[in-house]
C-alpha cells in the first residue's frame, strides 16, 4: 500500500506559475511509475504527465514537468504559464508498472487531489 497526498494548488493569475506536490507513505516511490492526472466539471479524469520508475518522462505537456525525489519520497508538478483551461483538480497516481500510462485505470493508487484555478 502506498498513501499519497497532493499539496500547492491554489488560485493564480492566467500566465503565472504553480507547483504541486505529491507526497507518499507507506512504500518508497521509486517502487512505482507516477503521474499527474487532472479532472475539470463535467469532464473525463485526462493524463498530465507521467515519470516512469527508472526516471524517463512520458510524452510531456510543454509547460508541465514533473520530477521526482525518490529521498524525499515526493513527486513534483511544475506548471508555468497557466490558462484559464488549465483548472481543475489535480490528482497524483502510482502504478507498479515499470512505464508510464495515459489510462487511470493502469494505476494502482490515488490521491485525494488539489484544485487549481487560473483567473482569467
Known amino acids: 500500500q502506498v498513501q499519497l497526498v497532493e499539496s500547492g494548488g491554489g488560485l493564480v493569475q492566467a500566465g503565472g506559475s504553480l507547483r504541486l506536490s505529491c507526497a507518499a507513505s507507506g512504500r518508497t516511490i521509486s517502487r512505482f511509475t507516477m503521474a499527474w492526472f487532472r479532472q475539470a466539471p463535467g469532464k473525463e479524469r485526462e493524463f498530465v504527465v507521467g515519470?516512469?520508475?527508472?526516471g524517463s518522462y512520458a510524452v510531456p505537456k510543454g509547460r508541465f514537468t514533473i520530477s521526482r525525489d525518490n529521498d524525499k519520497n515526493t513527486v513534483y508538478l511544475q506548471m508555468n504559464s497557466l490558462r484559464p483551461e488549465d483548472t481543475a483538480a489535480y490528482y497524483c497516481a502510482a502504478r507498479t508498472g515499470w512505464t508510464t500510462s495515459s489510462f487511470s485505470t493502469d494505476y494502482d493508487y490515488w490521491g485525494q487531489g488539489t484544485q487549481v484555478t487560473v483567473s482569467s
Open positions: 515519470i516512469s520508475r527508472g
